[in-house]
């Protein structure tokens, strides 16, 4: 019997658009070589244009989803995305407490890309609090990182984006990737920090448009480049390749943004052979 894949729990909301949430999740992780266990936190009324309604998961139900499937597998590494509530929130952080060896990516997300929030002050403080100490790696955009540690700097709408990065890594989290697509540059520049300082720093050729689901592609790489045996710095170099990949080679099926393309080596490989 062949060795199963590299498994992977991804804690997110349900997206009917395919674009992002815990569809990204396992489309991601499926073209990465590794096998998802997908527990629902919320399931959202949203499309490529923007998210209208959010009805998260009884906390109960996110906990059973994940210890039904922890009970029966082993676990190479978690990806968080959407939380859906405080109650969510303190559930999940238990349950990854409970797993200190396995490697945790937290994606937050806080906002969908036409600016609906997703969650309330509470909800960051919980995150900040439960959450990212528990955390591997955290990838926040640029927006997000400022978010998060305005309740502890003023005026951090436009704080530096290192001194964001050095507040959440003093919550406790090993590693920021903050990613530069919402910044004012002709290129993107993606920077890893840790306790030391700046690990590396990527600059991608900014594409025309925006994507539904690029942020939940990139966390969504990271975790399965971390379950596959990659060091984190190698690990998120692979993962931003592989996700300005699936922008470049990204399709406009509805009227909104853009996605993501997580398949797109399996359409270029039929397309050479035609």
Request: a negative charge; proline letters at 4%.
């Amino acid at each position: 019997m062949l060795q199963p894949p590299p498994i992977v729990l991804s804690f997110s909301a349900n997206d009917s658009s395919g674009g992002a949430g815990i569809q990204a999740d396992t489309l991601t992780l499926a073209s990465k070589g590794c096998h998802s266990l997908p527990v629902i936190t919320a399931v959202t009324v949203q499309n490529t244009v923007g998210v209208d309604d959010v009805m998260a998961l009884d906390s109960r139900w996110v906990e059973e989803q994940a210890r039904a499937v922890l009970d029966d597998m082993s676990v190479h590494a978690f990806k968080i995305g959407m939380l859906g509530s405080v109650e969510n929130i303190v559930a999940i952080a238990k349950i990854v407490s409970e797993y200190p060896d396995i490697p945790v990516v937290l994606d937050p997300i806080l906002s969908s890309g036409r600016g609906d929030e997703l969650v309330n002050e509470d909800m960051i403080t919980a995150i900040c609090n439960s959450l990212v100490p528990q955390t591997t790696i955290i990838t926040p955009n640029s927006i997000e990182a400022r978010r998060l540690v305005r309740n502890r700097e003023e005026d951090s709408d436009e704080q530096d984006l290192g001194k964001c990065s050095k507040e959440i890594l003093n919550m406790g989290c090993k590693y920021v990737l903050v990613t530069g697509t919402h910044e004012n540059t002709h290129q993107v520049e993606n920077i890893l920090y840790a306790d030391s300082g700046i690990v590396r720093s990527d600059i991608w050729k900014r594409l025309i448009g925006s994507y539904h689901g690029s942020g939940c592609t990139l966390a969504s790489a990271i975790a399965a480049n971390l379950a596959n045996g990659m060091p984190v710095s190698e690990g998120v170099y692979e993962a931003q390749e592989y996700t300005w990949q699936t922008l470049k080679n990204g399709f406009h099926p509805g009227v909104g943004q853009y996605l993501p393309d997580r398949l797109f080596w399996v359409r270029n490989k039929c397309n050479s052979t035609e």
